[in-house]
């Protein structure tokens, strides 16, 4: 399957997956949550995320077929981001590594925060590359809009 067909097709399931939201709603209660993460939801948030990415994962799998490159990996992260208006500026994937860089988070989108905000994001990605990829993934956000920086950075590990 050619990249461009299987952009269309991943970022089409997010598109239908998805239910529309005002941002500021969304943004009101997201900034709620993060007030309250300092009780200990943040490792609740990636996993979340995790297992959010891992569903989506399975299902394009299914959809564009088992035997996925890397490329492919790669093609279908990028379609999942864009689908939701997340602006990926840099994206490096290796067999153990990736580092992505958002602009437009929605989790950091008009959130000021001492913390990095995008945990569920972080764990989302990592969650769909252990689905495509096999093995464990970590997530880690290393410079957040909502703490200054200007973009959105993941570095995304595996666990050895």
Known sequence: MKEGEIYEKAKGYFESESFPLPKSVFR??????????????????????????????????????????????????????????????????????????????????????????CLPLGGSLAGMMETFMGGSFEPKEIECKACGGQYCVFEIKRKS
């Open 28 to 117: 009101e209660f997201y900034s709620q949550l993060i007030k309250l993460s300092g009780f200990g939801l943040g490792g609740i948030f990636v996993l979340s995320g995790k297992k959010a990415g891992a569903r989506a994962a399975v299902y394009l799998k299914k959809l564009l077929g088992e035997n996925l490159t890397q490329d492919d990996t790669k093609t279908c992260i990028i379609a999942a981001l864009q689908a939701y208006n997340q602006k990926v500026i840099e994206f490096n994937l290796e067999d153990n590594f990736a580092l992505i860089k958002i602009d437009n988070s929605i989790f950091a989108d008009g959130i000021t925060s001492k913390k990095p905000v």
